[in-house]
């Protein structure tokens, strides 16, 4: 177990690096940090200053340790367009993003899982067959499509729900949340769905395969055998045994909501860390891209990695196999 645990935060280390790598070739290689930071009327003296201030007359390999070092502490740097400090300009920028995620996660898991219980025991009916035919729908609609056209009835036409921003927060001293607020309510509710969509239809279909698999397994039928009634197997016995990929697929898929949150955000103007990205990119903001790059990338290896200890902790059959192939390794 523990050699299991180790080799997983080895190798979320080698990835960390990897990503590190490419923040610092995006910092160091796509434009001169200090034409950036100088404007044009900067003497040669102040230019070469700032150079050996920032550390660029070094060795590239002095550099990236630098870079590492300083990433751990969580210095990104200043940033190229708002004169800030980089962790802190997105650290004001996460709370709106977590929030927006775990809405959609929560979503995603109070509809999906009933729809695919739905599809699976009355998987000819026809709400069955409409709940397939939505989910195909989930699927292929790009979200940028699907909040656009939220908007436009729930703002533009309805007039029911806000259409952009976070909606009045309050300030709890280390976070700031929307959550406490109807305004703030109000403005989650169309970039939620938008980013839940998705991740609702995945949820769904995998819950109505591991359903569908389950209620043909031996310990089902002795279920039904022993004259239980629909609602004890259904729930108790076939979906228990179907959470587990349910629960590894949704943890690996809210790394995936911060990361790609950036096109919802866009859309309704959410000021969250993916909003603030594309901003960076619009202006060529090195460090925010960099910084955005390693935080969110250490997010997703980090949820990664504690669903696969979780994954772990939970199948006994697993905790085996790790130690019989730590064992067969030494």
Not at 48 to 71: C, H, I, P, W, Y
Not at 201 to 219: P, S
Not at 226 to 242: E, S, T, Y
């Amino acid at each position: 177990m523990l050699a299991f645990i180790l080799r997983r935060i080895a190798n979320a280390a080698v990835v960390m690096l990897t990503v590190a790598l490419i923040a610092f070739i995006i910092f160091r290689f796509i434009g001169d940090p200090v034409e950036m930071m100088l404007n044009e009327q900067a003497t040669q003296m102040q230019r070469d200053a700032l150079r050996e201030r920032l550390g660029l007359n070094s060795s590239a390999v002095m550099q990236f340790a630098k870079f590492v070092t300083n990433a751990v502490q969580g210095d990104f740097g200043i940033s190229y367009r708002n004169q800030q400090d980089v962790f802190t300009l997105i650290m004001e920028r996460f709370p709106a993003t977590l929030e927006l995620v775990l809405v959609a996660t929560i979503l995603s898991l109070a509809l999906g899982i009933p729809f695919g219980v739905i599809t699976a025991i009355h998987r000819n009916s026809m709400l069955a067959q409409g709940l397939q035919f939505l989910s195909i729908v989930g699927i292929s609609l790009p979200s940028f499509a699907l909040g656009i056209l939220l908007i436009l009835v729930f703002s533009v036409q309805l007039g029911l729900l806000p259409g952009f921003g976070r909606g009045e927060v309050v300030d709890l001293g280390f976070w700031e949340t929307g959550l406490l607020t109807t305004s703030g309510l109000k403005a989650l509710i169309l970039p939620s769905i938008t980013l839940a969509l998705f991740q609702i239809t995945l949820v769904m279909r995998l819950v109505r395969a591991e359903m569908l698999e389950t209620l043909r397994t031996d310990f089902i039928k002795f279920a039904r055998a022993r004259g239980l009634p629909n609602r004890i197997v259904h729930f108790r016995h076939a979906l228990r045994n179907c959470l587990m990929p349910v629960i590894t697929v949704t943890g690996m898929q809210i790394g995936n909501l911060i990361a790609f949150a950036l096109i919802t955000e866009t859309v309704f103007q959410w000021p969250g860390m993916g909003l603030l990205f594309i901003q960076a990119v619009t202006f060529v903001d090195i460090p925010v891209m960099a910084a955005y790059l390693v935080i969110v990338s250490f997010i997703f290896v980090a949820l990664n990695t504690v669903v696969d200890m979780l994954y772990v902790v939970i199948d006994p059959r697993l905790r085996t196999q790790s130690t019989a192939g730590g064992g067969h390794g030494a």
